[in-house]
Structure formats: C-alpha cells, structure tokens
C-alpha cells in the first residue's frame, strides 16, 4: 500500500495527465476484494471430514463420541490456522480470486461516479494488491476509440511490478502510459475537473 508522499505524487500525475485530455481518470487501491473466510472454512470443514473414514482404525477403546469430539476440535484448529492471509489466498483458486477483484472493480466504477462523466469519457484503473489483479474500466467515449489490447498491454505491465513489490512506481508508469492514449483520443479542449485527482484507498 502507498504511503502519503507516493499518493501524492500520485495525484500529481492524475493532475497532470488531465491536463491534456478531457477523460477523468479515477485510481482505486485496494488492499483485498475478499477475506475468502468462507474458503478456508470450507477447506477446514473438508479436511476434517475426511476423518471419518479412519474412525474404524482407530483404538477400540475410543468411543465415537471421543472420535466425533477429535474431529470437531480439529475442524476448529484448521479453521484457525487457515485464516492466517498468506495462507488464505493460497486456498482460494485464481478464477475466484479474480472474479470478486473484477467484482468490486466495477462496483467502484459506479461508486466513483465514472459513468457519469461529460461525453462518457471515464477512466477507472483499479488495483487489488492480494490477487495481484489490474483492470482498466473505460466508459463508453473511450472504448470507442481505444482498443481493450491498448489496455492490456499496460495492465501486464502493472501486474509484473505489483509482483515486484513496487506498487507506487507501477501505479505512476499506468497513469502516464494511459495519458498518452487518452490525450490522443480525446485532447483536451476545455479546462476541467469533475472528479477526484487522490487515490481512493479501500
């Protein structure tokens, strides 16, 4: 996540990409899409019923209900342990990781008013650090004019330096490389700011 001076640079960039262009564009950082409790409890509650068909293994002096009682305890540790975040995300598989990130991108689009922009000219670049997810969400004045491979390129770009660590930087090199397509799509003509330049931190 972004310290104080780095969101200011941030929006400084904002600022100036705006300058030449009549798009808004809107940043978003999010720290998680999920907490996936419901995987890792789903996970605990799996591993621990595939005790059950070790019960007739185990000492005949054990009674069932001792067995039902070990089972239990276990399903509860493994909940515990599972809810540690480095582990958590490892449970969740891509394609839902991914999806609850795409998710809340688009919720943020609305949220952030972005659809609502003079000449459909919105630009959101959402970024959810957990699932190393990226996506940029042009409204319809730019989807228009720029194709979804423009947007991909510097969406790859900005994953591997999220990989890296190296957020702040990423962040910046998007905003500038996404000026330049925006100030060729759409150069600015009228002097403006409808939105927000500072990074929304969720």
């Given at each position: 996540m972004l310290n104080a001076s780095e969101r200011r640079t941030l929006s400084e960039t904002i600022k100036e990409v705006e300058s030449k262009t009549d798009a808004e564009v809107v940043t978003v950082l999010a720290r998680e899409a999920d907490n996936y409790l419901y995987i890792s409890t789903l996970w605990a509650a799996f591993l621990a019923l595939l005790l059950a068909p070790l019960f007739q293994f185990?000492?005949?002096w054990l009674?069932?209900?001792?067995?039902?009682t070990l089972q239990w305890l276990l399903f509860i540790a493994l909940a515990v342990i599972f809810r540690w975040?480095?582990?958590t995300m490892r449970l969740v598989p891509k394609r839902i990781k991914f999806w609850r990130a795409s998710n809340l991108a688009r919720r943020q689009f609305l949220q952030q008013e972005l659809h609502h922009t003079k000449d459909r000219l919105g630009l959101?670049?959402?970024?959810s650090v957990a699932e190393h997810y990226v996506e940029i969400?042009?409204?319809?004045g730019l989807a228009e004019q720029i194709t979804n491979e423009s947007w991909q390129e510097i969406v790859e770009h900005f994953i591997l330096e999220v990989k890296k660590g190296k957020t702040n930087?990423?962040?910046?090199h998007c905003v500038e490389k996404c000026g330049e397509l925006l100030e060729e799509a759409a150069p600015a003509t009228?002097?403006?700011?409808?939105?927000?330049n500072h990074l929304v931190v969720l």
């Open positions: 185990l000492p005949w009674e069932y209900q001792q067995a039902f975040r480095p582990l959101l670049i959402f970024v969400l042009a409204d319809r930087e990423a962040f910046v009228v002097a403006k700011n409808e939105l927000s």
